[in-house]
C-alpha cells in the first residue's frame, strides 16, 4: 500500500522538471494526480509517462479561465483535493539595468499571482487535513546577480506559505514550502544561451558543498514526505532541498 492511497492531489506545472517526477511519485504512492501544463500536446506526453492515476488538463496559472476549468474537473471526480502541489511559476535573468515592466509584471503574474490564484480556487475542494506545498527556492534568501525579480517573487511565495499556514489551520490545512537548489531540469538549462547548458549546470554544481546539481526525483521524495501523514505535524516550514546552497 502507497502512502496516498486513496487520495486526490493536483500538481501544477506538471509535465517536466521537478512537477512530472512529482506526479510520478504521487501517483506511485497511490494517489490519483491531476497534472497541467500550458499546452495540451505536452500534458498528454507527460500523463502516458506517468501511466494510470493520473488526469491531464491543459490549464495556465495566469488565466483565471484556466484555473476554474481545473477546479470544475477536480470537482467532477467527486473525491476533493488531499494535495496540493503549487508548482507552475519560472524566471529568467535580468540585471537591474535590464529589468522591464513586462518582464516583472510576467514573472510576479506566474510565481505569485499563479500560486495565489491557483490555492485561491482549490480552497474549496481542499478536504480536511489536506497538504499544500509550495514551490520556492534558494533565491529568495540569497543576492544572486541578475536574479533579482525571481528572488523577489519567491521571496513573496515564501512569505504567503506562512500566513496560511496560519489562516488554514483550522481546517486542519497544512501549507509547507518546497525550496529546490539548482536542479537539472529544463527550467534551469533554458536559462543558459543555446549550447552552453553543460557549462551552467557544471557551474552550479561546483557552488554546491554537494558538488552536483540535484535530480527531479530527489525533490519528488521530498514532495511525497510532505503529501502525506509523516509530515503530520509540519505547517509553515521552509524545507530545503538544496545540496546545502543555503546551509552550509
Do not use: C
Amino acid at each position: 500500500m502507497g502512502s496516498l492511497d486513496g487520495k486526490t492531489a493536483l500538481v501544477t506545472g506538471g509535465t517536466s522538471g521537478i512537477g512530472l517526477a512529482a506526479a510520478h511519485r504521487l501517483a506511485a504512492e497511490g494517489a490519483h494526480v491531476f497534472i497541467t501544463g500550458r499546452t495540451q500536446s505536452r500534458v498528454d506526453e507527460a500523463a502516458r509517462q506517468i501511466g494510470g492515476g493520473v488526469t491531464g488538463v491543459a490549464s495556465d496559472v495566469t488565466v483565471a479561465a484556466d484555473l476554474d476549468r481545473l477546479a470544475d474537473a477536480i470537482r467532477e471526480r467527486g473525491a476533493g483535493l488531499d494535495v496540493l502541489f503549487a508548482n507552475a511559476g519560472g524566471g529568467e535573468f535580468a540585471t537591474l539595468e535590464e529589468e522591464t515592466p513586462q518582464r516583472l509584471t510576467d514573472t510576479f503574474n506566474r510565481n505569485v499571482g499563479g500560486t495565489v490564484f491557483t490555492v485561491q480556487k482549490m480552497l474549496p475542494l481542499l478536504n480536511e487535513g489536506a497538504s499544500v506545498i509550495l514551490a520556492g527556492s534558494t533565491a529568495a534568501t540569497r543576492g544572486t546577480p541578475a536574479f533579482g525579480a525571481y528572488a523577489a517573487s519567491k521571496a513573496a511565495v515564501r512569505s504567503f506559505g506562512r500566513t496560511w499556514a496560519a489562516e488554514l489551520a483550522g481546517r486542519s490545512i497544512r501549507v509547507n514550502t518546497l525550496v529546490p537548489g539548482p536542479v537539472e531540469t529544463p527550467g534551469l538549462t533554458e536559462l543558459a544561451p543555446p549550447g552552453q547548458e553543460q557549462e551552467l549546470l557544471d557551474a552550479q554544481a561546483a557552488s554546491l558543498p554537494m558538488h552536483r546539481v540535484g535530480r527531479p526525483s530527489e525533490l519528488a521524495n521530498v514532495v511525497a514526505f510532505l503529501a502525506s501523514d509523516a509530515s503530520s505535524f509540519m505547517t509553515g516550514s521552509e524545507v530545503f532541498v538544496d545540496g546545502g546552497a543555503n546551509q552550509v
